[in-house]
C-alpha cells in the first residue's frame, strides 16, 4: 500500500501482534491474506480505501472458482473483516464494506480423542529403564494432567513449575499466561525424570528447558512427535500418536467426568468460550455412537 495511506498494513499487523496479542502465526497468516487482497485491488486500480461490498464479493467469488476450500475461504474472509474493523476504528473509512458480511459457513470438523482405555494402554505399555523414556513417560504425564501444547511442553523450564502446590505456569500463544494444576502420578513422573536429568548432567552445561536431548540442548518439537508415536506403536494405538491427540482427550476426558467448561477453557488457554465448546459436541456425539450401538432398537 502507498506511503500515502500512511502504511495501514503494518499498523494493522502491530495492532495484531501488540494491541490484540495475537500469535505470531496468526499474524503472519492474516498478513498473508491481506497482502493477497491488496494485490487484487491493486491490479484493478481499486484503492483499499474505497473498496465495496461488491468488490469483496467478487474477489471471494473468484478465490471459491480457484477451488480454495472452505477453511481458506473463511480465513481469508475473517482476515479482511478485521482489516477493515480496524480501519473504521481508526476513521480511515466511514464504514467497514463487510460490516453485514456473513463468512463462509464451515462445516463442523470434531477433534479426535483417545478412549480412555486407550490412554490406560499408554501408560502401561513396556518401557526401558532409561532417560529417553523417563523423559517419553513424564511428557507424556504432563500431555494428559494439563492438555499442554506440543510447543509448550518443549519450552517449558524449572521456574514455571512448581511440585510442591501441584501447579505449572505454561506460557502460551500470544505471550499469554496460565496456571494449571497437576496431579500426584504427573509430579512423581517428572520428578523421576528430573533426578535422572541432574545425574547424567551434572556439572555440565544443559540448555534452561527441562526436557532436553543426550547433548543437554533442549528437545525438538520433531523428536518429541517421535518418541510419543513410537510409545504409540508399543501400547499397540490404531491411529498415530501425537501431542495434539492427548490435549483432545484431556478435555474430552475432563468434560465427560463433569468438569465445568469455563475451568476447562481456562487450562487450555482458549480464548473464546466457543472454542472449548466443541469439546461438548465431541461428548454428545459418543453418547450418540453408544446409543445407536446399544439400544435394542437401535
Partial sequence: MPDQRGGLPEEYLKHLALERGLARNTVSSYASDL???????ERGGVDPLAATRDHVADYLWKLKSDGLSAASMFRKTEALKSFYAFLAAEGRVGASPLATFRSPKLQERLPKCL?????????RAPTRDTFESSRTRAMLELLYATGMRASEVVALKAEYVNLDDGWIRVLGKGAKERLVPIHERAKAALRAYLGLRQRRFSGRATDAEIFIGRRGRRLSRVQFWRDLKALGRRAQIKVPLHPHLLRHSFASHLLSHGADLRCVQEMLGHSSLATTQIYTHLEKAGLKKAHEKSHPRG
Fill in 35 to 41: 497482502k493477497q487482497w491488496l494485490g487484487y485491488l
Fill in 115 to 123: 478412549s480412555e482405555e486407550e490412554v490406560a494402554s499408554l501408560f
